[in-house]
């Protein structure tokens, strides 16, 4: 059975940061394009930050560029996301999502990803 499962999430202050952990199971991940999505309460789910299914290639939404950091290791089955500099409206549930692809980009819509983590709480206090 396939599972995504998150940790790291918590309380922070504004200004501090998190490490979120995404540990992969149940086949191997090495073809696959793997982000992070959120979702606040009432608003849609939304790219976060995803990295190609080589590890070559990554990708920012505009509001994390420069503060957040996203890797992988393959060895391990793994995604991790460093949140910097995290800011109150980074309040969300963040997701890993997992997808298995041909092409080494990795794709920005959570349609496109069969593979889902239950989330984890990010709180960021102001």
């Known amino acids: 059975q396939v599972r995504l499962v998150e940790s790291g999430g918590g309380l922070v202050q504004a200004g501090g940061s998190l490490r979120l952990s995404c540990a992969a199971s149940?086949?191997?991940?090495?073809?696959?394009?793997m982000s992070w999505f959120r979702q606040a309460p009432g608003q849609e789910r939304e790219f976060v930050a995803g990295v190609s299914r080589t590890g070559t290639n990554t990708a920012y939404s505009d509001f994390v560029k420069g503060r957040f950091t996203i890797s992988r290791d393959k060895g391990k089955n793994a995604l991790y996301l460093q949140m910097n500099n995290l800011k109150p409206e980074d309040t969300a549930v963040y997701y890993c999502a997992a997808q298995p692809l041909d092409w080494d980009m990795p794709p920005r819509y959570a349609g496109q990803y069969t593979y889902w983590g239950q989330g984890t709480q990010v709180t960021v206090s102001s």
């Open positions: 149940g086949r191997i991940f090495h073809n696959d394009a």
